[in-house]
T-cell receptor, first 117, second 114 residues
Framework: KNQVEQSPQSLIILEGKNCTLQ??????????LRWYKQDTGRGPVSLTI???SENTKSNGRYTATLDADTKQSSLHITASQLSDSASYIC????????????????WGLGTSLAVNP | NAGVTQTPKFRILKIGQSMTLQCTQD?????MYWYRQDPGMGLKLIYY???????DKGEVPNGYNVSRSTTEDFPLRLELAAPSQTSVYFC?????????????FGPGTRLTVT
Protein backbone atom coordinates (compact mmCIF):
# COMPACT_ATOMS: atom_id res chain seq x y z
CA LYS A 1 0.00 0.00 0.00
CA ASN A 2 1.30 3.45 -0.92
CA GLN A 3 1.94 5.46 2.24
CA VAL A 4 3.73 8.59 3.36
CA GLU A 5 4.60 8.98 7.04
CA GLN A 6 5.98 12.14 8.60
CA SER A 7 7.67 12.81 11.90
CA PRO A 8 7.47 14.44 14.27
CA GLN A 9 3.76 15.19 14.26
CA SER A 10 4.46 18.57 15.83
CA LEU A 11 7.51 20.56 16.82
CA ILE A 12 8.18 23.74 18.78
CA ILE A 13 11.46 25.59 18.36
CA LEU A 14 12.87 28.99 19.26
CA GLU A 15 13.38 31.64 16.62
CA GLY A 16 16.80 31.40 15.04
CA LYS A 17 17.22 27.68 15.67
CA ASN A 18 17.48 25.00 12.99
CA CYS A 19 15.22 21.99 12.66
CA THR A 20 14.79 18.88 10.52
CA LEU A 21 11.55 17.23 9.54
CA GLN A 22 11.37 13.63 8.36
CA UNK A 23 9.38 11.82 5.70
CA UNK A 24 9.36 8.07 5.06
CA UNK A 25 7.46 6.63 2.17
CA UNK A 26 6.44 3.34 0.66
CA UNK A 27 5.36 4.42 -2.80
CA UNK A 28 5.96 2.51 -5.98
CA UNK A 29 6.67 3.19 -8.72
CA UNK A 30 8.18 6.47 -7.55
CA UNK A 31 7.99 9.59 -9.69
CA UNK A 32 8.97 12.53 -7.49
CA LEU A 33 8.78 13.89 -3.95
CA ARG A 34 7.52 17.31 -2.97
CA TRP A 35 7.52 19.38 0.18
CA TYR A 36 4.73 21.86 0.71
CA LYS A 37 4.30 24.58 3.32
CA GLN A 38 0.75 25.27 4.46
CA ASP A 39 0.06 28.31 6.58
CA THR A 40 -3.02 28.15 8.80
CA GLY A 41 -6.13 28.88 6.75
CA ARG A 42 -4.25 28.92 3.44
CA GLY A 43 -3.59 26.55 0.57
CA PRO A 44 -0.33 24.56 0.35
CA VAL A 45 2.63 26.25 -1.34
CA SER A 46 5.36 24.21 -3.02
CA LEU A 47 8.85 24.43 -1.50
CA THR A 48 10.77 21.79 -3.46
CA ILE A 49 10.26 19.00 -5.96
CA UNK A 50 12.87 16.24 -6.32
CA UNK A 51 13.03 13.50 -8.88
CA UNK A 52 14.65 10.11 -8.42
CA SER A 53 18.09 11.29 -9.48
CA GLU A 54 18.23 14.33 -7.18
CA ASN A 55 19.36 13.91 -3.58
CA THR A 56 19.27 17.51 -2.42
CA LYS A 57 17.37 20.66 -3.35
CA SER A 58 17.43 24.06 -1.68
CA ASN A 59 14.96 26.92 -1.63
CA GLY A 60 16.36 29.74 0.47
CA ARG A 61 16.57 28.57 4.08
CA TYR A 62 14.82 25.29 3.19
CA THR A 63 16.91 22.30 2.11
CA ALA A 64 15.32 18.99 1.19
CA THR A 65 17.18 15.72 0.86
CA LEU A 66 16.09 12.49 -0.74
CA ASP A 67 17.46 8.97 -0.29
CA ALA A 68 15.62 6.88 -2.86
CA ASP A 69 17.30 3.69 -1.63
CA THR A 70 15.97 3.96 1.91
CA LYS A 71 12.86 5.85 0.77
CA GLN A 72 13.46 8.71 3.16
CA SER A 73 13.41 12.46 2.78
CA SER A 74 14.12 15.30 5.15
CA LEU A 75 13.41 19.01 5.16
CA HIS A 76 15.95 21.14 7.00
CA ILE A 77 15.06 24.68 8.02
CA THR A 78 17.96 26.96 8.84
CA ALA A 79 17.81 30.01 11.12
CA SER A 80 14.08 29.70 11.68
CA GLN A 81 11.82 32.73 11.60
CA LEU A 82 8.40 33.34 13.12
CA SER A 83 6.93 33.16 9.62
CA ASP A 84 8.11 29.55 9.35
CA SER A 85 5.29 28.55 11.71
CA ALA A 86 3.15 26.33 9.50
CA SER A 87 2.38 22.74 8.56
CA TYR A 88 4.98 21.08 6.32
CA ILE A 89 3.62 18.35 4.12
CA CYS A 90 5.55 15.65 2.28
CA UNK A 91 3.88 14.46 -0.90
CA UNK A 92 5.10 11.58 -3.04
CA UNK A 93 4.08 11.22 -6.65
CA UNK A 94 3.56 7.68 -7.90
CA UNK A 95 3.37 6.70 -11.52
CA UNK A 96 -0.22 5.74 -12.21
CA UNK A 97 -1.64 4.09 -15.27
CA UNK A 98 -5.07 5.65 -15.22
CA UNK A 99 -5.77 7.24 -18.55
CA UNK A 100 -5.26 10.98 -18.53
CA UNK A 101 -3.63 11.17 -15.13
CA UNK A 102 -0.34 9.35 -15.14
CA UNK A 103 0.67 10.53 -11.68
CA UNK A 104 -0.97 9.87 -8.33
CA UNK A 105 -0.11 12.03 -5.33
CA UNK A 106 0.10 10.46 -1.87
CA TRP A 107 -0.10 13.12 0.82
CA GLY A 108 1.44 12.89 4.26
CA LEU A 109 -0.37 14.27 7.30
CA GLY A 110 2.20 16.99 7.83
CA THR A 111 4.42 18.23 10.65
CA SER A 112 3.06 21.22 12.51
CA LEU A 113 5.94 23.59 13.28
CA ALA A 114 5.66 26.43 15.77
CA VAL A 115 8.50 28.96 15.97
CA ASN A 116 8.42 30.93 19.20
CA PRO A 117 10.21 34.23 19.88
CA ASN B 1 -1.33 36.88 -12.28
CA ALA B 2 -3.93 36.17 -9.61
CA GLY B 3 -3.05 32.46 -9.69
CA VAL B 4 -5.88 30.24 -8.43
CA THR B 5 -8.90 31.99 -6.94
CA GLN B 6 -11.77 30.38 -5.06
CA THR B 7 -15.14 31.66 -3.93
CA PRO B 8 -16.69 31.76 -1.43
CA LYS B 9 -14.15 31.71 1.41
CA PHE B 10 -16.69 30.50 3.95
CA ARG B 11 -20.14 28.96 3.71
CA ILE B 12 -22.64 27.35 6.06
CA LEU B 13 -25.17 25.00 4.48
CA LYS B 14 -28.15 23.16 5.89
CA ILE B 15 -28.43 19.44 5.27
CA GLY B 16 -29.93 18.80 1.84
CA GLN B 17 -29.05 22.18 0.38
CA SER B 18 -26.92 22.52 -2.72
CA MET B 19 -24.15 24.88 -3.69
CA THR B 20 -21.33 25.42 -6.18
CA LEU B 21 -17.76 26.16 -5.18
CA GLN B 22 -16.08 28.30 -7.80
CA CYS B 23 -12.46 27.96 -8.94
CA THR B 24 -10.64 30.01 -11.58
CA GLN B 25 -7.00 30.01 -12.67
CA ASP B 26 -5.20 32.43 -14.96
CA UNK B 27 -2.00 30.45 -15.57
CA UNK B 28 -3.31 28.60 -18.65
CA UNK B 29 -2.90 25.27 -16.88
CA UNK B 30 -4.58 22.29 -18.49
CA UNK B 31 -4.81 20.25 -15.28
CA MET B 32 -7.11 21.25 -12.44
CA TYR B 33 -8.00 19.47 -9.21
CA TRP B 34 -10.40 19.58 -6.30
CA TYR B 35 -9.27 18.38 -2.88
CA ARG B 36 -10.85 18.27 0.52
CA GLN B 37 -8.90 18.53 3.77
CA ASP B 38 -10.44 17.31 6.99
CA PRO B 39 -8.91 18.26 10.36
CA GLY B 40 -5.74 16.27 11.03
CA MET B 41 -5.97 14.47 7.70
CA GLY B 42 -4.06 14.67 4.44
CA LEU B 43 -5.58 16.12 1.31
CA LYS B 44 -7.97 13.82 -0.53
CA LEU B 45 -8.55 14.18 -4.28
CA ILE B 46 -12.24 14.57 -5.19
CA TYR B 47 -12.15 15.18 -8.95
CA TYR B 48 -9.62 16.29 -11.52
CA UNK B 49 -9.63 17.53 -15.08
CA UNK B 50 -6.95 17.23 -17.75
CA UNK B 51 -8.48 19.86 -20.00
CA UNK B 52 -11.68 21.58 -21.04
CA UNK B 53 -14.47 19.05 -21.44
CA UNK B 54 -12.61 16.23 -19.65
CA UNK B 55 -13.13 15.31 -15.99
CA ASP B 56 -12.50 12.21 -13.92
CA LYS B 57 -13.05 10.92 -10.40
CA GLY B 58 -10.44 11.00 -7.68
CA GLU B 59 -10.40 9.12 -4.38
CA VAL B 60 -13.56 10.56 -2.80
CA PRO B 61 -16.00 11.67 -5.56
CA ASN B 62 -19.30 10.59 -3.97
CA GLY B 63 -21.67 13.49 -3.33
CA TYR B 64 -19.89 15.84 -5.75
CA ASN B 65 -20.02 16.79 -9.40
CA VAL B 66 -17.75 18.88 -11.59
CA SER B 67 -17.69 20.43 -15.03
CA ARG B 68 -14.94 21.99 -17.12
CA SER B 69 -16.34 24.09 -19.93
CA THR B 70 -13.28 26.38 -20.16
CA THR B 71 -9.57 26.08 -19.40
CA GLU B 72 -9.89 28.69 -16.65
CA ASP B 73 -12.88 27.46 -14.63
CA PHE B 74 -13.49 24.26 -12.68
CA PRO B 75 -16.57 24.51 -10.43
CA LEU B 76 -17.42 21.87 -7.84
CA ARG B 77 -21.09 21.13 -7.20
CA LEU B 78 -22.60 19.70 -4.01
CA GLU B 79 -26.15 18.56 -4.74
CA LEU B 80 -27.46 17.32 -1.36
CA ALA B 81 -25.17 18.58 1.37
CA ALA B 82 -24.44 16.19 4.23
CA PRO B 83 -22.58 16.77 7.52
CA SER B 84 -19.80 14.47 6.24
CA GLN B 85 -19.02 17.11 3.62
CA THR B 86 -17.99 19.60 6.29
CA SER B 87 -14.40 20.30 5.30
CA VAL B 88 -12.00 22.74 3.72
CA TYR B 89 -11.99 22.53 -0.06
CA PHE B 90 -8.96 23.41 -2.14
CA CYS B 91 -8.74 23.88 -5.86
CA UNK B 92 -5.39 23.49 -7.60
CA UNK B 93 -3.98 23.66 -11.09
CA UNK B 94 -0.82 22.48 -12.82
CA UNK B 95 0.89 21.80 -16.10
CA UNK B 96 0.58 18.20 -17.33
CA UNK B 97 2.41 15.61 -15.19
CA UNK B 98 6.03 15.11 -16.11
CA UNK B 99 8.78 15.52 -13.56
CA UNK B 100 8.00 19.00 -12.23
CA UNK B 101 4.22 19.20 -12.32
CA UNK B 102 4.00 21.62 -9.42
CA UNK B 103 0.46 22.23 -8.25
CA UNK B 104 -0.69 25.74 -7.40
CA PHE B 105 -3.41 25.95 -4.79
CA GLY B 106 -6.18 28.41 -4.14
CA PRO B 107 -6.87 29.85 -0.67
CA GLY B 108 -9.60 27.32 0.10
CA THR B 109 -13.31 27.33 0.91
CA ARG B 110 -14.32 26.42 4.46
CA LEU B 111 -17.69 24.64 4.32
CA THR B 112 -19.84 23.69 7.30
CA VAL B 113 -22.96 21.55 6.85
CA THR B 114 -25.36 21.51 9.80
Amino acid sequence: KNQVEQSPQSLIILEGKNCTLQCNYTVSPFSNLRWYKQDTGRGPVSLTIMTFSENTKSNGRYTATLDADTKQSSLHITASQLSDSASYICVVSAVSFNAGNNRKLIWGLGTSLAVNP
Amino acid sequence: NAGVTQTPKFRILKIGQSMTLQCTQDMNHNYMYWYRQDPGMGLKLIYYSVGAGITDKGEVPNGYNVSRSTTEDFPLRLELAAPSQTSVYFCASSHPPGGRDEQYFGPGTRLTVT
